[in-house]
């Protein structure tokens, strides 16, 4: 397992297209995290599964995002209607949570959107 | 509602000095503290914290968590270019917001030759 991996690395879209990005976590992993980051800025959390259970929303998250983990295994994240202002760093993290083998979270590369 | 505070935000520093970066937190059924660093794109782990006085170190980096004045430091000596970054504190809870991982805004750290 080489890591959390994201899909793609970079996407470039126009204004009001729809977007989808994939996370790979860490295959014993158990949760996972979705995040969006600015420059200069540190993460800003959106949302996060434990197992196939979305377990908790940003309030600031807008009903144009929408993330799915339907397995349990790679999440998928999809903003609908793209403004301007979603253009940042979209950046997917795994960790393992149990009793005494907890882990930190592992982040991916982060997939860098722009919105045109 | 649980909260990370980083200081400074940023920092400039010259080759060889010594920086100490701050993270205080406010939260609920605090589990543990990290640190990570950020180049260009993911953050890296560097440290977890979960014992109070106890110095955890890695080469010319330390980390040491204060749990009566809730912060923590994280010390960099003979600082190098490379250490150039942003550097992220976040504090695992149980059972609290953000996915129990509430994050920091960053310390963006510069080195000059």
Redesign the interface.
Known sequence: DTG?SQDPRHKITKRGQNVTFRCDPISEHN?L?W?RQTL??????L??FQNEAQ??K?RLLSDRFSAERPKGSFSTLEIQRTEQGDSAMY?C?S?L?NRGR?T???????TRLTVV | EDKVV?SPLSLVVHEGDTVTLNCSYEVTNF?SL?W?KQEK?????LF?LTSSGIEKKSGRLSSILDKKELSSILNITATQTGDSA?Y?C?VETSGG??????????T?LSVKP
């Open positions: 959390v949760r995290y995040y200069g800025q540190g993460p800003e959390f949302t996060y377990l908790e940003s950046l993290a960790s949570v907890d930190e979270a592992f982040f991916g590369q982060g | 980083q589990r990290l990570y794109k993911a953050p890296t782990f977890m942003i992220l976040a917001s953000q996915g129990n991982l509430i994050f920091g805004k960053g963006k």
